[in-house]
């Protein structure tokens, strides 16, 4: 999915740190025409390939504890045994916690089955894999396997397909009903506001890294990018897994399709529990009293020089703040003209609410 000289946005920067590639100032602008609007689609159902593309992501890094570290937890786990590491050591190399991987695996011909994303994966043709292949091969070393991969060899054909469904039905299948449930919920509040105000009304209230400005449709994105849709309306499609930043696809010529995330609620939007020992490393880096300013200043929107004068701190550790506290999910920053503007979220707001 996307690099400088294309387009799209996923997870970013090194494996280890899971800080988001590019710069946070960078926006994602994507055109409608009248036309356009009167085209917009939401996926009913949560989207196998965009969940499990997504967690895979997840998987190499530690964004996001407070929602997903009790799953990582068990994930990691379960991926101390042979078979189960040999699937997440595939996966992890077809989906790499980077700037970039093949559009062709996250298909939009698939349904909301494994067998049709497998069935889907498998069907694209050797010239495309092979391209999609080189653009990635372009950027960071790939494996040798993957050269294989592309070249249609039945062998790693089916150790893939056998390493989705191994993933699918140990680690994505137990969360699923929570999974879907959450995404309805979201959906429900979608439709909501569609009701009240239309459909930009409901592309106003897609989250707090998501901006309508008529005729555009802004996000905080890894690169700088537009997307005229040229008539073709775009699918939206609500992600658990997706963290802070929306996806697209990199080839412009594709289904215009935009992954989003939903908005993370205290309580109601983790698959389960983070152990205390976890749960007392995040809060302990979150409490402080630099850190307790940055989030009370931030709910009605602040710049970061606003943010040194009230918090009494320097640009730089303002920047390490603000970057750990948006990793935890409690600010997102984006662009407002020459700006960069710091806001609470809604976890961040409720967090504020119970102290």
């Known amino acids: 999915m996307p690099t400088r000289d294309t387009r799209h946005g996923l997870q970013s920067s090194s494996l280890d740190s899971c800080e988001r590639r590019g710069n946070d ?24 390939a965009w969940e499990l593309s997504g967690s895979v992501q997840l998987l190499q890094c530690t964004d996001g504890a407070l ?3 009790g799953w990582r937890q068990r994930a990691r786990r379960w991926a101390r045994e042979g078979r189960n590491r040999v699937a997440i050591h595939l996966l992890s190399d077809l ?16 349904d909301e089955s494994t067998d049709s994303l497998i069935d889907a994966i498998l069907s694209t043709g050797r010239s495309r894999r ?32 056998g390493a989705v469904h191994l993933y699918q039905s140990s680690l994505l299948g137990p969360v699923w009903p929570t999974v879907a449930g959450l995404l309805q919920e ?15 009304r409901a592309l106003a209230t897609l989250g707090p890294s998501i901006r309508w400005n008529p005729p555009i449709l802004e996000a905080d994105y890894p690169v700088d990018q537009e997307l005229h849709l040229d ?12 963290w802070r930043m929306p996806v697209t696809m990199a080839d412009p010529e594709l289904p215009p399709t935009l992954v989003v995330p939903i908005e993370r609620l205290p ?12 749960r007392r490393l995040t809060l302990g880096k979150l409490l402080g009293r630099t850190r307790a300013t940055i989030l009370e200043k931030s709910v009605s929107g602040v710049t970061s020089a606003q943010l040194c004068r009230s918090a009494a701190v320097s640009p730089a550790s303002v920047s390490h703040h603000l970057a750990v506290m948006r990793d935890s999910g409690l600010v997102v920053s984006h662009r407002h003209g020459v700006h960069l503007v710091h806001e609470a979220t809604e976890l961040g707001r409720r967090l504020l609410a119970c102290s």
């Open 67 to 69: 929602v997903f570290d």
């Open 95 to 110: 989906f790499p916690h980077f700037k970039y991987f093949p559009d062709y695996l996250t298909p939009t011909t698939a």
């Open 267 to 278: 309580g109601r939007t983790s698959l389960d529990s983070p152990g205390r020992d976890s």
């Open 130 to 161: 092979l391209a999609e292949l080189s653009t990635m091969d372009r950027m960071k070393s790939t494996p040798p396997w993957l050269g294989r991969f592309a070249t249609e060899d039945r062998h790693v054909e089916n150790a893939v397909a």
């Open 186 to 200: 979201y959906r429900d509040g979608i439709a909501k506001a569609m009701l009240l105000g239309g459909v930009e």
């Open 231 to 242: 008539g073709r309306g775009l699918e939206i499609v609500p992600s658990f897994f997706c």
């Open 25 to 48: 100032a960078d926006v994602l602008q994507i055109h409608f025409s009248p036309d356009d609007l009167t085209r917009v689609r939401f996926a009913p159902e949560p989207r196998i």
